[in-house]
């Protein structure tokens, strides 16, 4: 039987908070974050390891996208970022090696300004207790993707309404070089589907996330001070 799970609303500060409280022994925890295209998780994952510091590192699934030049052999180029466009199983793969090693660990990255991942690019150091990775496909139960799910303690879905995350999407596309219009068709043709088979499977996640701003300090009043 399908459970659902607990849905929490946190405020970024507050989300790391609860991942700093996962640090409870010697032993590295891998904590995933998920959601579909434009969730946030970048910027969630960001805001985790600004607070824990050299407590925290962050590996990136998008680390894993296949080269540009592998994607025009396999006619993939147009459809960038749906799961069969990463390679899951060396992702699985540098997660187990992150579970057991006591040496650094060397990470990719992605480069969007060129496209193109960047292997080597993030030192994970061995006294790191709290490894982030933040991605699409962490809860996937086809292809390669359960030997990532395998590889995590536990994943955090992050829910956000639609519009604030398309409107996200288009913005993140123009800024990297498409027009609006390209940045809109693409969203809709591309990040949709993949959107859309992301959320199918937000029940297999340990806990839901809504991201919610901090309130702002409210000033304070100082009655007027009677006049002499």
């Not at 395998?150 to 409107?167: I, K």
């Not at 693409?186 to 949709?192: F, I, K, L, S, T």
Request: net charge neutral; aromatic share 4%; glycine share 6%.
């Amino acid at each position: 039987m399908e459970t659902t799970p607990p849905t929490v609303s946190l405020t970024l500060d507050e989300l790391a908070s609860r991942a700093d409280s996962l640090i409870t022994d010697n032993r590295r925890r891998i904590r995933g974050i998920t959601g579909a295209p434009g969730a946030g998780k970048s910027t969630a994952s960001q805001a985790i390891a600004a607070k824990l510091g050299s407590r925290c590192a962050i590996v990136e699934m998008d680390g894993f996208h296949l080269a540009n030049r592998e994607l025009d052999k396999l006619s993939r180029r147009e459809r960038k970022g749906a799961p069969d466009t990463f390679d899951a199983g060396g992702y699985a793969a540098l997660l187990r090696r992150l579970q057991a090693s006591d040496a650094t660990v060397y990470t990719p990255v992605f480069d969007r300004e060129i496209d193109e991942s960047i292997g080597s690019a993030t030192a994970v150091e061995p006294h790191t207790p709290l490894i982030v990775t933040e991605g699409n496909y962490l809860l996937l139960p086809t292809g390669g993707w359960p030997d990532v799910r395998a590889a995590l303690d536990e994943v955090w879905y992050l829910d956000v309404p639609e519009a604030t995350r398309t409107e996200r999407l288009v913005k993140r596309h123009s800024r990297f070089g498409k027009s609006s219009e390209a940045a809109a068709e693409w969203v809709e043709r591309v990040d949709q589907p993949n959107a859309d088979l992301i959320r199918a499977v937000r029940s297999r996640a340990d806990l839901i996330v809504e991201i919610v701003p901090a309130l702002s300090p409210q000033p304070t009043h100082h009655p007027a001070s009677p006049r002499k």
